[in-house]
T-cell receptor, first 115, second 112 residues
Framework: NAGVTQTPKFRVLKTGQSMTLLCAQD?????MYWYRQDPGMGLRLIHY???????AKGEVPDGYNVSRLKKQNFLLGLESAAPSQTSVYFC??????????????FGPGTRLLVL | KNEVEQSPQNLTAQEGEFITINCSYS?????LHWLQQHPGGGIVSLFM???GKKKHGRLIATINIQEKHSSLHITASHPRDSAVYIC??????????????FGKGTHLIIQP
């Protein structure tokens, strides 16, 4: 099993460009999450999904959209990238049987630089 | 004010020393997590606690629900333990299912 994978690993964008980050998991997890990690801020939740076809906003959702068309994939989109979105993005997933008390499995991260 | 606070922010110790990292939280939680992030960036879950104490190898995690406090201990520390250790919690105020709230991390360096 590959666990949680993220594509791409690194990307440079110009302000105003768009892109999609892909998260895939092969553990049949129901719950998936997108976090961003910034120096001095810790990790913060952007959006999450409690199952195929569902999405919900987290702590810092502005400027991002998400989709969960297939259970194994969770996509994070930036429609018009801004320098403030320069960050490391982590995807995570969990079984969802008892989400308030479950281990989350993290992907390797995507480093995004917006110029 | 961050709902999950960690201390210290940075810790440098000699190989073999006993290490303690502290985490406190200000609201009710359903679970407390300790995560490890190595210099390469990957994040690995070490423990998930809702009460008591857990041990895995040289790592021990404890939680005191009444005092809203958790500690991560490393016995006989080794340079390979050098990493960022992150405390995170499922907050009751967030409904539990909507992700973790994270501390800012403790950057640990173990010198040979």
């Amino acid at each position: 099993n590959a666990g949680v994978t993220q594509t791409p690993k690194f990307r440079v964008l110009k302000t105003g460009q768009s892109m999609t980050l892909l998260c895939a998991q092969d553990m049949n997890h129901e719950y998936m999450y997108w976090y961003r990690q910034d120096p001095g801020m810790g990790l913060r939740l952007i959006h999450y999904s409690v199952g195929e076809g569902t999405t919900a906003k987290g702590e810092v959702p502005d400027g991002y959209n998400v989709s969960r068309l297939k259970k194994q994939n969770f996509l994070l989109g930036l429609e018009s990238a801004a320098p403030s979105q320069t960050s490391v993005y982590f995807c995570a997933s969990s079984y969802g049987t008892l989400p308030e008390k479950e281990t989350q499995y993290f992907g390797p991260g995507t480093r995004l630089l917006v110029l | 004010k961050n709902e999950v606070e960690q201390s210290p922010q940075n810790l440098t110790a000699q190989e073999g020393e006993f290490i303690t990292i502290n985490c406190s939280y200000s609201v009710g939680i359903s679970a407390l997590h300790w995560l490890q992030q190595h210099p390469g960036g990957g994040i690995v879950s070490l423990f998930m606690l809702s009460s008591g104490k857990k041990k895995h190898g040289r790592l021990i995690a404890t939680i005191n629900i009444q005092e809203k406090h958790s500690s991560l201990h490393i016995t006989a520390s080794h340079p390979r333990d050098s990493a960022v250790y992150i405390c995170a919690a499922n907050l009751y105020s967030g409904g539990g299912a909507d992700g973790l709230t994270f501390g800012k991390g403790t950057h640990l360096i173990i010198q040979p």
